[in-house]
């Protein structure tokens, strides 16, 4: 076990703690390479898909343990979890959407929407926003499917997406390295502006609705101020190669990136400092791409998906 103590300042209250990290287990069945993690009803389970098609429900406490949900003929990039309704949202790339309900292995609802590659899919109140590698943004309505409207800003992918609930705001990251914020009740843009030197791969707002986090494969990690109409506030060379994602500890005081370097590097949520390198040689991680994380809330376990078909769960502690 790794650990070490960082000391944080935050306004005027100084604090020290100590961050563990310690790889607990590792989940193998996929035979392709895994893109996509979301969680499930309870804290314990999660779901996991990628190039084989395969949507695998996992168990926390059993690693021994996955069962196949869902099969479809084609590539997962994109998945996101309706946990209201306890469905599960599929993009296949080349192929559509479908919505299954993953308890019972029923299709809900499936529909041909697009022949692109779906790379992202967030839900905000009735709406669901799918992103296309046509540049197209796909609205639909949550309760019906019905489609709403096609948002095209780009000729480009649409990589990757987040949603502001207090300034109700989708910030879109592209290939074209452009970001695009865009106003989710008028659906019309409100912000544009180059974010990167290559395609924008992650995007995610701070739980505060404060900043605007966007990871490239450029390999930086930017930080813009949304109060401030997004003005760049901090630029870190964080990764050796593409940073494919980032996500946010269930407390909000830690986030975590994930590289095409085959690390995760921990975060502090307020300095943007960085507290942990994750990798192959001290943890034993990944020995290839890391895809994609999910941290759930069960014993603050970060979940790791890579090129490698292996989805690693890490224990986090602050002590």
Not at 9 to 32: A, C, E, P
Not at 201 to 208: A, E, L, N, Q, R
Not at 287 to 302: E, V
Request: charged share 20%; net charge neutral.
């Amino acid at each position: 076990m790794q650990c070490f103590g960082v000391t944080l300042h935050k306004n005027t209250g100084v604090w020290n703690f100590m961050l563990q990290v310690k790889k607990i287990d590792t989940f193998s069945g996929h035979r392709d390479c895994v893109y996509a993690l979301q969680p499930s009803t309870e804290p314990k389970h999660f779901y996991s898909a990628g190039g084989d098609g395969m949507v695998v429900r996992w168990d926390l406490t059993r690693p021994d343990w996955g069962e196949v949900v869902a099969q479809v003929p084609a590539s997962i990039y994109a998945m996101a979890f309706d946990e209201p309704q306890g469905l599960l949202w599929i993009g296949q790339n080349y192929e559509g959407i479908q919505v299954i309900a993953p308890l019972e292995k029923r299709v809900v609802f499936s529909a041909q929407l697009t022949t692109a590659a779906l790379f992202d899919i967030v839900f905000f109140e009735n709406q669901v926003f799918i992103a296309l590698s046509d540049g197209v943004i796909i609205v639909l309505e949550r309760s019906t499917f019905t489609v709403r409207k096609h948002l095209k800003a780009s000729p480009q992918s649409a990589r990757c997406m987040a949603i502001n609930p207090i300034t109700r705001e989708l910030a879109v990251g592209y290939s074209d390295n452009f970001i695009r914020v865009f106003g989710i009740d008028e659906l019309e843009l409100r912000h544009t502006w180059q974010a990167h030197t290559n395609s924008v791969f992650t995007v995610s707002y701070s739980p505060d609705g404060h900043y605007l986090l966007s990871g490239s494969r450029d390999a930086h990690l930017k930080i813009w101020d949304a109060t401030k109409n997004y003005k760049p506030h901090q630029d870190i060379v964080a990764h050796l190669f593409a940073i494919n994602h980032l996500t946010y500890s269930p407390d909000h005081r830690l986030f975590a990136t994930c590289s095409m370097d085959k690390s995760i590097k921990i975060w502090d949520a307020t300095t943007f400092r960085l507290l942990k390198v994750i990798d192959r040689a001290r943890h034993a991680g990944h020995g290839t791409s890391i895809n994609k994380l999910l941290w759930t809330t069960f014993n603050n376990q970060l979940i790791s998906a890579s090129d490698d078909r292996r989805i690693s769960v890490w224990d986090i502690k602050t002590l």
